[in-house]
């Protein structure tokens, strides 16, 4: 098992633009809205603030396909969100994913201190996190 793949056993969160999961019945009109947003740069804004706010607070390794790198400067994060799919370990002690294909990110992690964070950094951008398995 490597670094990252050790995470994907932990309680998953999800971080969203909305507040719970989207009933299935709802889904036809769900992803007319995800549609949207995936091309709205607002939203990738919002993940790329929130993750440079978290790397104020915790080193953070990026590893994508390419490379892992640790603690990029700001204009490497605005780079990579939203075209690649990337895997950030924080603090050694969790895993968020942020794919370019989803409009939300996902934490997998069962740390309180970082949990409790990342809901904070996620408010104040307006973004909810919800328990991923509900």
């Not at 007319?32 to 440079?52: C, G, H, S, W």
């Not at 640790?70 to 794919?99: C, F, H, Q, Y």
């Amino acid at each position: 098992m490597n670094q990252v793949d050790k995470w994907f056993t932990m309680p998953c969160w999800i971080i969203d633009i909305l507040p719970k999961r989207v009933p299935g019945e709802n889904s036809g009109q769900f992803f007319a809205v995800e549609k949207y947003f995936l091309q709205d740069p607002t939203l990738r804004r919002k993940q790329l603030n929130m993750i440079l706010k978290l790397n104020c607070y915790y080193d953070l390794t990026v590893a994508d396909e390419h490379e892992e790198t640790r603690n990029p400067m700001p204009a490497v994060w605005e780079r990579k969100i939203g075209r690649e799919s990337l895997n950030l370990i924080i603090g050694g002690r969790a895993l968020m994913t942020a794919d370019h294909t989803d409009i939300h990110m996902t934490v997998f992690a069962e740390d309180e201190e970082i949990l409790a964070m990342i809901r904070k950094l996620a408010a104040s951008e307006g973004l909810f996190v919800w328990k991923g398995n509900d």
